[in-house]
């Protein structure tokens, strides 16, 4: 058994008996840990790693569309689901979009893994805010980007100052 390889598992030297005298193997895994094995575990196929394997497979299948733990919600969920909210509710922002007729395009309006996709093609990272390059389109693909706060607030700035000079409403 020495030198033989069992899924992740290679078998280094016996180090004794179970306690119904089956025989333990030492064994290292692929991972860098060591796990004690019986010959029949190792021949039937039944342990092929330290317990790595199964921490890979259960981490996977707590995993949402891939993307976020089951039960917790990635950033770019809040992103999206504020983005909505903003184009829809009254109550959130009536005066600076849903008055103006700003919307969600329906691709992203129905859609979280549309926008995720988008998002994580077009450099989104944590702390970056999502901004209408047109103050006056709608959030879809072609109209958004990704910016920091503070750019964000500059590019704000300077769009006051020019809605003053064309003599447009002062937004607040």
């Known amino acids: ?19 119904h005298q089956k025989i333990l193997w030492q064994c290292l895994c692929e991972c860098g840990e060591y796990t004690n094995v019986t ?14 394997y199964h921490r890979e497979r259960a981490s996977i299948a707590n995993l949402k569309h891939g993307f976020a733990r089951v039960g917790k919600k990635h950033p770019l969920y809040f992103v ?13 922002g009536s005066k600076y979009y849903l008055d103006k007729g700003i919307r969600v ?38 109209n958004c980007q990704w910016l920091t706060r503070a750019e964000n607030c500059r590019k704000a700035v300077i769009e006051r100052e020019r809605d003053k000079c064309l003599g447009k409403s002062a937004r607040k």
Request: net charge positive; glycine share 10%; charged share 25%.
């Open 1 to 19: 058994m020495i030198g033989q390889k069992f899924g992740r598992l290679i078998v280094i030297k016996e180090c004794g008996r179970t306690r």
């Open 39 to 52: 010959t029949g575990a190792l021949n039937s196929g039944h342990t092929k790693s330290c317990g790595c």
């Open 80 to 92: 999206w689901r504020t983005m909505k909210n903003r184009c829809t509710n009254p109550t959130v």
């Open 105 to 142: 395009c329906p691709e992203w309006s129905s859609s979280f893994e549309s926008f995720k996709d988008w998002a994580l093609a077009s450099g989104y990272k944590e702390g970056l805010a999502i901004d209408r390059i047109d103050n006056d389109g709608y959030y879809e693909p072609s």
